[in-house]
């Protein structure tokens, strides 16, 4: 089995930033593949960010703001946001892109006052 536990959020103003981040234990002994996804009040859970063997790749929304890194010493996964904005507003979790193949995390909350 493999846990995630996402850190890092907070309440931030509009243009501030943040780092999240990802550690995961258990069965895992690399990170090969993983994604950051958010859920906004009243909204569905979306795939913002993913880094693979093929590279990264983000959501439009987020592209030129947002950077997905790993750190396999740490078994860690970061996200580093900019410039964020009061639409940025959700709670983060993190897992494999796509099939989201993990148990949850309980997420790190973001806000971000206007």
């Known amino acids: 089995q493999v846990q995630l536990v996402e850190s890092g959020g907070g309440l931030v103003q509009a243009g501030g930033s943040l780092r999240l981040s990802c550690a995961a234990s258990?069965?895992?002994?690399?990170?090969?593949?993983m994604g950051w996804y958010r859920q906004g009040p009243g909204k569905p859970r979306e795939l913002i960010a993913a880094l693979t063997s093929g590279g990264t790749n983000y959501a439009d929304s987020v592209k030129g703001r947002f950077t997905i890194s790993v750190d396999n010493a740490k078994k860690t996964v970061y996200l580093q946001m900019n410039n964020l904005k009061p639409e940025d507003t959700a709670v983060y979790y993190c897992?494999?892109?796509?099939?989201?193949?993990?148990?949850w995390g309980q997420g790190a909350q973001v806000t971000v006052s206007s």
């Open positions: 897992n494999a892109p796509g099939e989201a193949r993990y148990k």
């Open positions: 258990g069965s895992i002994f690399i990170i090969n593949d």
